[in-house]
């Protein structure tokens, strides 16, 4: 059997909304993250909890929860709903990790998704990368910018973005998983900032509402056109030797690219 396709868009819904599960799965989430931090007051934390508590107990899929950051009043009582509905846990996302100290500090055996939302979680991603917890970093680009003091822009973030992008490769992690567009109003917009991700090496996006998740899909997926040209190359390509197509010297490494975007352009 082979192994399931890695998620490529991931939706939040927050603790106090329980009912927004189902409707993310049905909206065609790959994943859905409940979140108990910053979509959820402080007033609410408690009550939001164990909403969260009944669905991992009783829910249909298992969902991946974003908890309250190492350091915050709430931490220690999300990490003891987590460890009791376990068996409705996807994974944690864990919100301004800063260090591998802050991974192995959850303790529960399910896979961590790593938030740089910082400047020091920037500086120590290869520590944050090598923890084997780690399954896959993400970066929180409207923290990161208000921690750098900076505007939230892909121009501003680039190198921070390629950052993750590199330490997931030297850790062999899957590709990243880029931050939320802001605008919801606009789900084109979605789509253009997934498009850009998967150029720079993501190979996924968070969603903060069901109408990105579409056009998140089709920014991560090749085009007609490059699919075209894979299937070209591939075909003349044979035993991977260089060859010479459309006045271009075509050799291993780009054959290799041509058939990891067919592969890509094979999922579900």
């Not at 396709?5 to 909206?27: C, E, G, H, M, N």
């Not at 998740?213 to 085009?223: L, N, S, Y």
């Amino acid at each position: 059997m082979s192994a399931p396709a890695l998620a490529v868009s991931y939706q939040f819904v927050p603790a106090t909304r329980i009912d927004r599960v189902a409707k993310a799965w049905q909206a065609g989430a790959d994943a859905v993250i409940v979140d108990l931090e910053d979509a959820v007051a402080a007033a609410e934390k408690g009550g939001a909890r164990a909403a969260l508590a009944r669905l991992l107990q009783h829910g249909d899929k298992p969902v991946w929860v974003r908890c309250n950051a190492v350091g915050t009043a709430w931490h220690g009582d999300d990490l003891a709903a987590l460890r009791q509905g376990i068996k409705g846990l996807a994974g944690i996302v864990l919100p301004k990790t800063e260090s591998s100290a802050d991974v192995t500090g959850l303790a529960i055996a399910v896979p961590v998704m790593a938030l740089i939302e910082s400047a020091r979680g920037i500086a120590q991603l290869a520590d944050i990368a090598a923890n084997a917890a780690v399954g896959r970093l993400a970066i929180g680009s409207v923290d990161l910018a208000l921690d750098l003091g900076c505007v939230d822009s892909w121009e501003t973030l680039l190198l921070a973005r390629s950052q993750v992008v590199l330490h997931s490769r030297l850790a062999n992690l899957a590709a990243p998983v880029d931050g939320v567009t802001v605008t919801i109003g606009q789900p084109e917009d979605a789509g253009r900032d997934a498009r850009r991700a998967r150029e720079l090496g993501f190979g996924a996006k968070l969603c903060i509402h069901p109408s990105q998740i579409g056009p998140v899909h089709q920014g991560f997926a090749p085009t007609a056109a490059q699919v075209a040209w894979a299937e070209k190359l591939v075909a003349l390509a044979g035993d991977g030797a260089a060859i010479k197509i459309d006045g271009q010297m075509i050799d291993k490494p780009v054959i290799d690219r041509a058939r990891a975007l067919l592969a890509q352009a094979r999922r579900p």
